[in-house]
């Protein structure tokens, strides 16, 4: 009997252990999924936060810094067309020179 007994007691130690680990993976599962979801949420959340600055970037206006930049940006491609323009042959450069107050010699007449 007592043989009986320990067997029926082993047997429900054990069922019930295999029903723990199953809880246990299934709430491991869970947690996984939630995880997952979680960080796909705060991906999503973090594009849309780009797309937005994105979005309010290109239509505010002008600021002085912005403006201040631009004037940079403007002198320093004048530097370089100067540049360029030094190292021209001197023929077109003479050329360039002549075309110049041909043109206007040609409104003088004209008016």
Do not use: F
């Not at 007691?9 to 295999?18: K, M, P, W, Y």
């Not at 680990?21 to 979680?38: F, G, P």
């Not at 994105?54 to 940006?73: S, T, Y």
């Amino acid at each position: 009997m007592r043989e009986a007994v320990e067997r029926t007691v082993d047997a429900t130690l054990g069922s019930a252990g295999r029903s723990r680990e199953a809880a246990q993976s299934a709430l491991d599962d869970m947690v996984q999924s939630v995880d997952e979801l979680r960080r796909g949420a705060e991906q999503r959340l973090a594009k849309g936060r780009r797309s937005m600055t994105d979005a309010i970037e290109g239509r505010r206006p002008a600021n002085l810094d912005d403006i201040r930049e631009l004037r940079k940006e403007l002198r320093a491609i004048v530097r370089r067309l100067d540049a360029i323009e030094e190292r021209l042959p001197a023929k077109r450069k003479a050329s360039t020179q002549r075309k110049a107050p041909a043109k206007r010699t040609a409104t003088k007449r004209s008016s």
